[in-house]
């Protein structure tokens, strides 16, 4: 069964960082393109950054120059680095694997950003 195993997370201050990870198994990660989404409460689920599997990343426009995704994929893992972090960054933020008709999610870790 594919897992994907996250960590990181937890509170800091406005202007803060945090590191984000996720862990995956039983999957040829190096194939599957891989993204990081976030949910606020009241909100719907809002794709944050993707990566390829060749490496390219996209963005949206709310953590362009702040979040960097990137990953590993001799060690089967994928990053957040979330910098200059804002209040509006508070969300339960959630690790995708996507390949073709394949969707796996990780278990969702909380960040929250707030003196």
């Known amino acids: 069964q594919v897992q994907l195993v996250q960590s990181g997370g937890g509170l800091v201050q406005p202007g803060g960082s945090l590191r984000l990870s996720c862990a995956a198994s039983r999957i040829i990660f190096s194939i599957y393109a891989m993204g990081w989404y976030r949910q606020a409460p009241g909100k719907q689920r809002e794709l944050v950054a993707t990566?390829?599997?060749?490496?390219?990343?996209n963005y949206v426009e709310s953590v362009k120059g702040r979040f960097t995704i990137s990953r590993d994929n001799a060690k089967n893992l994928l990053y957040l680095q979330m910098n200059s972090l804002k209040p509006e960054d508070t969300a339960v933020y959630y690790c995708?694997?996507?390949?073709?008709?394949?969707?796996?999610w990780g278990q969702g870790t909380q960040v929250t950003v707030s003196s």
């Open positions: 990566i390829t599997s060749g490496g390219s990343t």
């Open positions: 995708n694997a996507h390949w073709y008709n394949d969707d796996f």
